[in-house]
């Protein structure tokens, strides 16, 4: 009876095997036809493979160097097909560069940071057409999409298109050419080492230095309307002002393959309505309009010019609607907040994104940040004074140190109490404490010794990659070897 029973058992699971292999086979046979069924169930698989992707990097990492890490996944350097004739090579660099094949030319939109990864792309580029390059477009004047456009150009003479006014604190004279400078080197990592101190930028694996901002080649072309069709090399182009991370931002669509080029008011990462690096207000409404007026395009390719393709019409117009209701949502609250008389200090502590727009995968912040959003859209309206009359005319740093550290009850005390706070892990009061020590010049060796370990420690608990580059950049400059000095 037992052997019977084996035997039926053995029967039942090569039964089952031979049924699932068909099954399987089939579906596959199904899933690589094009087909309605076919189409159907590929969307089905991707979708659920994209939520499940989504849960593991955001959802379950907890770590934020791990979560960092997880991002550059974003930037592996690739020349992805988006549609037929249409690519866009990532990974190469801080930002992406597009092609677009024509009949017998071909169509660049940005041209990368630097001449290197200009000359990078465009040998990739070259491997899948040689015809020469006829048109480029610039979608803003960020320098890390405009200064690889005499490698791009070579001795073919194109077109060069940029919308009227294009210039912005990047490009062209404002004054502070070297404060911007030395920040946007500290924002960026300029000085860090790949891999153990610079994972990643937010939006791109690294700036690619060599020739970085050589080789912008002025616009040729310059159009004022607001929506300007144009066709090259048999390819019909609308060119949409798109004011948003930039004043001067436009949107690239083509209407007949349903590709819109976002250029940078929509990458994997929450948008940064305000750089540390530093810049002019960013009109978050501005921004937000923007992107409604790209989902009313109804695309089905959005290719930005940092980090992956996006593909699916709904896949699309759902990471649209997310990144235009999260600036909504900051900048409504924020207002709500300041007509009640919060300061910026108070509007960061109680501004925070809700749950399902907290959890989507397109606005974690590895780029920009909330409280540097609310910041922003509180000076970009009412400028520095938060409204407390007690801010009107402080005392200096110098005088406030002095009688805080009075209060504390001498230099000696507080720096007690700020090795205290270290090994408490309480690194922000760590910095605060030994910015009032520092300026009283108060053993500034120690002290200095202590920041910088605040600062490193600080770094690994961000997953915004351009504060956590900010820090190690910082330490990095108060001390170019980490300290040796053990806290007690």
């Given at each position: ?5 084996t ?8 039964w ?12 596959r ?5 094009t ?38 996944q ?16 990532v990974?190469?660099?801080a ?5 677009v094949?024509?009949?017998s ?7 990368k940071?630097?001449?290197?990864s ?12 040689n015809?020469?390059?006829s ?12 200064s690889?456009?005499?490698?791009f ?26 404060i911007?400078?030395?920040?946007t080197?500290?924002?960026?990592g ?6 153990s101190e ?7 694996e690294?700036?690619?230095a ?36 930039t ?38 409404i501005?921004w937000?309009h ?16 940092h ?38 200090d ?13 959890a ?14 609310v910041?922003s ?9 938060d409204?407390?009359?007690t ?6 740093e ?45 053993q ?39 300290p ?5």
């Amino acid at each position: 009876m037992e052997k019977r029973l084996t035997t039926m058992w053995c029967s039942l699971a090569i039964w089952i095997f031979l049924v699932a292999h068909r099954v399987i086979g089939k579906l596959r046979m199904l899933i690589s036809s094009t087909t309605p069924a076919g189409l159907l169930l590929k969307l089905v698989c991707c979708f659920s493979a994209s939520i499940f992707l989504d849960g593991v990097t955001y959802a379950e990492s907890s770590d934020p160097e791990a979560r960092l890490r997880q991002h550059t996944q974003e930037f592996r350097r690739e020349v992805i097909e988006v549609d037929d004739d249409v690519y866009v090579a990532v990974g190469y660099g801080a930002s992406n560069s597009a092609m677009v094949v024509g009949e017998s030319g071909l169509i660049i939109i940005d041209t990368k940071e630097s001449t290197a990864s200009a000359e990078a792309v465009l040998k990739e580029f070259r491997k899948i057409s040689n015809t020469p390059v006829s048109a480029i477009i610039y979608t803003h004047s960020h320098r890390d999409h405009i200064s690889g456009a005499k490698v791009f150009a070579g001795n073919d003479n194109p077109a060069i298109y940029g919308r009227a006014g294009f210039t912005n604190e990047l490009v062209g004279g404002v004054g502070v050419g070297p404060i911007l400078g030395k920040r946007t080197q500290r924002q960026f990592g300029f000085s860090l080492k790949p891999g153990s101190e610079l994972i990643n930028v937010g939006i791109g694996e690294k700036v690619w230095a060599d020739g970085l901002g050589t080789g912008y080649v002025p616009a040729t072309v310059n159009y004022t309307e607001e929506r300007y069709t144009v066709t090259i090399e048999g390819v019909r182009i609308e060119l949409v002002a798109a004011p948003g991370e930039t004043d001067d931002q436009i949107y690239v669509w083509l209407p007949e393959k349903k590709v819109l080029f976002c250029g940078d008011n929509f990458y994997r990462a929450f948008p940064n309505l305000y750089p540390i690096r530093g810049s002019r207000y960013r009109d978050v409404i501005k921004w937000a309009h923007s992107l409604e007026k790209m989902r009313r395009e109804k695309p089905e390719h959005l290719v930005p010019s940092h980090t992956r393709p996006l593909s699916g019409a709904s896949l699309v117009d759902r990471a649209l609607g997310d990144y235009a209701e999260a600036i909504r949502y900051v900048h409504d609250k924020t207002v709500e907040g300041m007509n009640r008389g919060l300061t910026p200090d108070q509007l960061v502590a109680s501004v925070t994104l809700p749950e399902n727009l907290a959890a989507s995968p397109y606005l974690q912040e590895f780029y920009g940040m909330v409280p540097w959003g609310v910041r922003s859209v509180f000076s970009g309206y009412l400028g520095w004074f938060d409204g407390n009359p007690t801010n009107l005319l402080p005392l200096s740093e110098p005088e406030e140190a002095r009688r805080i550290v009075a209060l504390g009850g001498g230099p000696r005390k507080v720096y007690n109490r700020l090795k205290k706070a270290m090994v408490a892990e309480d690194y922000q009061w760590v910095m605060q404490l030994a910015d009032y020590l520092i300026t009283l010049r108060y053993q500034v060796d120690e002290v200095t010794d202590v920041k910088v370990k605040a600062l490193r420690a600080l770094a690994k608990q961000q997953i915004n990659a351009p504060a956590r580059n900010y820090y190690l950049s910082v330490a990095k400059e108060l001390r170019p070897d980490p300290p040796k000095i053990l806290i007690d």
